[in-house]
């Protein structure tokens, strides 16, 4: 694996340059331990004397986009044949660090990861560092790997690195469509106090993640436009006091927790007694979305009755339990975010590398970021949630309610006896949801020589 040093077109991490070095040492005094794990290879075995396995690193367990993720990819790599050990970080940089750590020393062959800084540029250059020096490839996928501004400072640098997530945009221009549109349709009805305008109260996930930071600025300037091209009023912010016009889990995981601790606050001082409620939801995903519905419930709203005022709610991601709610008419709308397309691209490139194909071999199919010439950076795109239709793809419809689905830590053991592609072998799959876990499974899985 080579670093792609020509392409570097912007800073390079002083970290890096020592790590460069000390490699570049280690070449020249016929060292052969520039892989931390080659060292530690039982009777001197190369890597390639060892069968083809991956790595998975989750950023949390408890996450339910992530757990439709984990669920699709675990059923491709089982299905392929190919072994893993999949990591769960609880939330946590410095143990996912550790479990990278200890993963290449146990000579793996690919690293996947779903990285707990999102979009920090210098926490994936270190875990590009370490997979560099051990020759090893690395999958990131969902959370950005790259700070705004710095596209392309590390994906263009090191070969063999991929990411697979979304556009962060497009979510948030979505959901200001959903809304826009049944503001449009549903005006009066919800301005529950009669002022002539809507406010709205709006859920943010993480501080620094480019896709809850673009899902909080579109979701309510696109539904302005429709509003204000309709001749109504934009929307305002419930809180006219307020630095910031939305609340945001300090915690950084989307939790159900958090939304639920903020609205029961809100409705306490805002709310029709005062004339002054709250009349729209906006969330940066559906697991925010049922804590703020769990709270107005509390309330006497949104219970999925005739008689119940239903507060308009909106969030992303078409989660099981987001499309029950809306099948409950307890929730409006949400936004697909397609966890099987996702996992199918991880497997895509996985399998390319496992046949010692070049990574990106038959990416043509997948939308990739053309504005900033990122062809090793894909995305998946979102789309509008129908009820009328099925979700896109049937791992979407997995029953995921044991393996993490809510925001409480989970803990089960599945054990799955699965047969590779040859028939030869059998696979045994231990998984246990506990903080800082490790679980692998174990398949042959045949690569060219």
């Known amino acids: 694996m080579q670093p792609y040093s020509q392409k570097r077109s912007r800073k390079i991490h002083f970290c890096t340059i020592l790590a460069l070095a000390a490699g570049l040492l280690f070449m020249l005094t016929g060292c052969n331990a520039i892989s931390p ?71 793996i062959s690919l690293l996947i990861v779903n990285i707990v800084n999102s979009g920090s540029s210098n926490a994936t250059d270190a875990i590009c560092m370490k997979s560099y020096r051990a020759g090893i490839p690395v999958i990131f996928f969902n959370r950005p790997v790259e700070d705004n501004g710095d596209e392309g400072v590390i994906l263009n640098f090191y070969d063999n690195v991929a990411f697979v997530g979304t556009d962060p945009a497009e979510a948030g221009h979505l959901q200001g469509q959903l809304v826009g549109e049944f503001l449009l349709e549903n005006y009066e009805k919800t301005d529950l106090n009669g002022d002539g305008k809507i406010s709205y109260a709006m859920f943010k996930g993480e501080a620094k993640n480019a896709e809850a930071i673009y899902r909080t600025k579109y979701a309510v300037e696109d539904a302005n436009s429709y509003l204000t091209e309709a001749g109504y ?46 009349e729209l939801v906006i969330c940066n995903s559906d697991t925010m979305a049922e804590g703020a519905i769990r709270a107005l419930q ?23 339990p987001g499309r029950q709610l809306i099948a409950e008419n307890k929730m409006t709308g949400t936004v697909v975010q397609d966890a099987g397309a996702m996992a199918e691209c991880i497997l895509h490139l996985s399998k390319n590398v496992a046949e010692k194909k ?16 990122l062809r090793n950076k894909f995305y998946m795109h979102y789309s509008l949630y129908d009820p009328s239709v099925k979700p896109l793809t049937p791992a979407a419809d997995t029953d995921i309610s044991g393996s993490a689905a809510s925001d409480s830590s989970a803990s089960e053991t599945a054990d799955s006896s699965v047969s590779d592609t040859s028939g030869s072998e059998t696979a045994d799959s231990s998984v246990s949801d506990t903080s800082g876990s490790e679980s692998t499974a174990s398949a042959s899985f045949e690569t060219d020589s």
């Open 233 to 278: 009023p934009e929307l305002y912010y419930f809180n006219q006091n307020a630095v910031d016009n939305y609340q945001l889990d300090l915690t950084g995981k989307w939790s159900l927790t958090a939304v639920q601790d903020y609205m029961l606050t809100n409705l306490a001082q805002y709310n029709e007694e005062m004339g002054n409620m709250i």
């Open 358 to 373: 070049d990574m990106l071999a038959g990416t043509e199919k997948y939308s990739w970021d053309k504005e900033h010439d």
């Open 298 to 320: 509390t309330y006497g709203y949104n219970l999925g009755t005739d008689d119940s005022i239903k507060i308009p709610v909106f969030g992303v991601d078409a989660s099981i």
């Open 37 to 107: 794990s080659s060292s530690s290879a039982k009777a001197g075995a190369s890597r390639d004397d060892v069968p083809f396995n991956v790595a998975v690193f989750y950023y949390d367990y408890s996450d339910n986009y992530i757990s439709s993720v984990r669920t699709s990819l675990t059923q491709g790599l089982v299905s392929a044949g190919i072994p893993y050990r999949e990591y769960d970080a609880a939330s946590n940089q410095s143990t996912q660090n550790a479990q990278i750590d200890s993963a290449l020393n146990e000579n």
